[in-house]
């Protein structure tokens, strides 16, 4: 240790002092190199009219030959924040203010030449501002004040508008789930898991909650809606009890309801729907997935006995992934191609017993278990399959086809295909209600962050408490664009389940392909969301018990429940060109474009420069544009589409192939349609509230879903014309600035999904 280079405060020479906190800074920064030393000893050196001791001082601190040792420069900092322990921290100072200030503190009024030489040594150090000095000052962060959680909004009355309808059922649910019966068991293996799900689903059972939506006189509460309320709620806790409750209730005894008549209803219901008799819903085949027009499982009917006889040809028709075969299913509704007398018929579907009370396979079905999987391993899948299982005439679901003992089959619905897609319109409740459940897993997802975010505090200026994780700009832009979606698909499946429930029956169809849309986006909207939420919460997002781990692996077959989503957006699309043909039969093209181009919004005017060049918030946070860019972007996707289309046909190309061609272009379609579509279910559910700081919340949330749609397909609105550069980048800001505005609120937003705290059981966000 040089001797010339005293550390202690009494020992330094009070000249020397207004240096200091600039040799200080000059060493410790580590990044400046021995030549860059060498230049600011230059700079002292060459200070002529500066004090030859002072400068022979400086010289002792600032040689790169014999630089101050770790030790020296921490009894230096020591020195200088001792001297300045009584000073306001709010104070703004640089370091030449800081060194001057240290001088008159030991009696030295630092001279002209004094004062040139700390800019000069300030300048040659390329230090500027109060920062530097903050750190050298800063010891330990200021204690963080517990922030103010109220929101602009009564979080009471959005959860309540959340909530409907059905707010009753809600309530008592989640607080059933968050008694001690109900709170979640880690670590447990596939056979103890299985049963305690089962519990779990007797448990519910005995409630009432599985016969909700069945016929009173069969013990049911006779009230669908209450039933697809209930089964949204579940989504909060356990998800493999929500995929048993589902296959048992919805999906087994869902089918003996809406497939079968008045006997299976009789025989069989009320036993269903209170689990005393386990079922399956045995749909899937490995070999053909979604396609269940070319299921290959038949169903032959032998008019001697009066039975159908099931049967299995091959190793590729297996039902496969049947929830509750594996291990507690006694029954199942099988889907097979009805023959008789060498006629096919079509799918239909049959009751049929697979494991007697003691639980043995039937005669002629064998049951394998599909075994561990990513996740949902308290569901008991397994495969079946039939050998010669014979089964009633009887148990025919035959509510739109029957058998009569002769062998004649007769059907109301004359068209094959008609029936077909009559049979699994009855089912698309399946889809709707795996579109909430995921949705309601992501609202678990999001109030983790959200609630981790507001609390968990990391970096900030030197001296004062870290920055709360949802103060970054980066971290609202991960977690709220998320969130405004998330009520955006709430509102769109609200209304969804309400036209599935009370909608007339000519609106069927394009209720079909509208559920198969939202299940697509709800589905993907959680996987994405979840993932980026886990990330959100570092290494704490990891551990088990703060829930990511189950969300993102129970949830992640939802993308391919009740179809591929990929696949159902095709059917999505395939709608919508029905649709437009019908609507514009023989149109010449050109005049289909212009009329398009009317219904869209999107007139002459819309496209001049002086609109896709405006940047004015008035502008970008109305209404009316974002309608008519999400519009817009659809329309054209259709048009052009039907335009491709139409030009392969017309060359001679086969229409299945066609289609397949332009895929991409389908699957574009379809999204666009969806996000339209919830925008514009988002906006109607703005008038459901006369509280104004509850709409000008839910407008800011709408306008954020919807300038983050546009912002996202930029490049695309830029091609085509839609918005210039100026505007796509405003419109970015917008989407900063909409963040800002709602990081206040953004605790009380995830608190208006009413999650309570013994079912979101995630350390981090309790």
């Keep these: 240790m040089n001797p010339t280079r005293p550390t202690d405060a009494t020992s330094i020479d009070p000249r020397l002092r ?10 410790a920064d580590g990044n400046l190199t021995d030549d860059e030393i060498r230049e600011i000893c230059a700079a002292v050196h060459g200070a002529d009219d500066l004090d030859l001791d002072c400068r022979t001082g400086l010289g002792h601190w600032l040689d790169p030959d014999d630089p101050p040792s770790p030790l020296e420069l921490q009894r230096l900092l020591a020195s200088i924040r001792e001297a300045a322990l009584d000073w306001s921290r709010d104070e703004k100072l640089d370091l030449t203010a800081l060194g001057q200030r240290l001088a008159r503190a030991e009696g030295h009024e630092p001279n002209e030449p004094e004062v040139a030489a700390l800019g000069r040594l300030a300048d040659a150090l390329g230090v500027v501002g109060s920062e530097a000095a903050r750190h050298v ?6 204690e963080a004040e517990t922030p103010a959680s109220l929101a602009s909004f009564d979080v ?19 607080e059933l789930l968050s008694t001690a019966d109900f709170s979640y068991r880690y670590g447990l293996g596939t056979t103890e898991y299985r049963e305690q799900v089962l519990d779990w689903c007797r448990r519910l059972a005995a409630e009432g909650y599985g016969g909700l939506g069945f016929p009173e006189r069969f013990g049911g509460g006779d009230d669908p809606g209450a039933f697809l309320a209930a089964f949204e709620t579940l989504a909060s806790h356990d998800l493999s009890l929500l995929v048993k409750f589902g296959v048992q209730f919805g999906l087994f005894a869902g089918s003996l309801h809406q497939l079968g008549t008045e006997r299976h209803h009789e025989n069989y219901l009320a036993a269903a729907s209170s689990l005393e008799m386990p079922g399956c819903f045995a749909m899937t085949e490995t070999g053909h997935g979604s396609n269940v027009a070319e299921l290959e499982t038949t169903a032959t009917y032998d008019p001697a006995t009066e039975e159908f006889v099931l049967s299995t040809p091959d190793e590729e028709a297996r039902k496969d992934y049947i929830g509750n075969a594996a291990r507690h ?10 023959e008789i007398s060498g006629v096919g018929h079509g799918v239909h579907a049959f009751v049929v017993p697979i494991r007697d009370e003691s639980g043995k396979p039937m005669p002629g079905v064998r049951i394998e278990d599909c075994g561990e999987k990513l996740g949902l391993n308290g569901v008991d899948n397994g495969k079946l399959s039939f050998d010669g299982v014979r089964v009633p005439r009887t148990e025919l679901l035959d509510r739109f086809a029957q058998v009569d003992a002769e062998g004649n089959y007769s059907s ?10 009559t049979m699994l319109g009855t089912l698309v409740g399946g889809r709707v209600s795996v579109a909430m459940a995921a949705l309601a897993a992501t609202k678990s997802a999001l109030t983790i962050a959200v609630r981790y975010a507001s609390r968990r505090r990391q970096f900030g200026p030197a001296g004062e408490a870290e920055t709360l994780l949802l103060d970054y700009k980066t971290h609202q832009l991960r977690l709220l664009p998320r969130l405004a979606k998330s009520y955006g698909l709430h509102f769109a499946l609200r209304d969804l389940a309400d036209q599935y429930l009370h909608g007339p029956e000519e609106s069927r169809r394009e209720l079909e392909g509208l559920a198969a849309g939202l299940k697509a986006m709800a589905t993907w909207h959680a996987t994405d969301s979840i993932q980026e939420s886990r990330e959100a919460c570092g290494a704490q997002g990891y551990l088990a018990v703060n829930r990511f781990a189950s969300l993102k692996a129970d949830t992640d077959v939802f993308t391919t429940f009740e179809g591929d989503n990929t696949v159902l957006l095709q059917l999505l699309a395939k709608g919508l060109l029905s649709s437009y043909r019908k609507q514009f039969g023989d149109m010449k093209f050109l005049d289909l474009l212009r009329f398009v181009a ?6 002459v005017a819309e496209l001049n420069p002086m609109v896709t060049r405006e940047t004015a918030r008035t502008h970008l946070r109305s209404v009316d544009f974002q309608a008519d860019a999400l519009t817009w972007r659809e329309q054209h996707l259709l048009s052009s589409l039907a335009r491709r289309l139409r030009n392969r046909i017309k060359k001679g190309m ?67 014309g839609y918005v ?11 989407v900063e600035s909409l963040c800002r505005e709602l990081r206040p609120d953004a605790l009380g937003l995830v608190d208006a999904f009413g999650i309570p705290d013994a079912l979101l059981a995630a350390p981090i966000a309790i």
């Design 412 to 421: 109301a619905i004359s068209s094959s295909s008609k029936r077909f897609f």
């Design 724 to 734: 210039e550069s100026g505007k796509a980048r405003a419109i970015r800001k917008e």
């Design 598 to 603: 009317a219904q869209a919004g999107t007139a």
């Design 654 to 720: 086969d229409s299945f192939d066609a289609l397949v061609e332009c895929q991409d272009h389908a699957i574009a379609l379809a999204k666009a349609h969806v996000e339209n579509h919830v925008l514009s279910r988002f906006h109607a559910a703005l008038g459901n509230t006369d509280d104004p700081a509850l709409t000008e919340v839910l407008m800011q949330l709408a306008s954020l879903y919807a300038l983050d749609r546009i912002s996202t397909h930029r490049g695309w609105y830029q091609a085509h």
């Design 137 to 142: 000052l800063s010891g330990r962060r200021r």
């Design 18 to 27: 207004a240096f200091l906190p600039l040799v200080y800074v000059a060493w």
């Design 329 to 338: 299913g006694r029954m199942a509704t099988v889907f097979a191609q009805l």
């Design 156 to 174: 009471a009355a959005l959860r309540s508008l959340l909530d409907r309808p059905h707010e009753d059922c809600r309530r008592r649910l989640r």
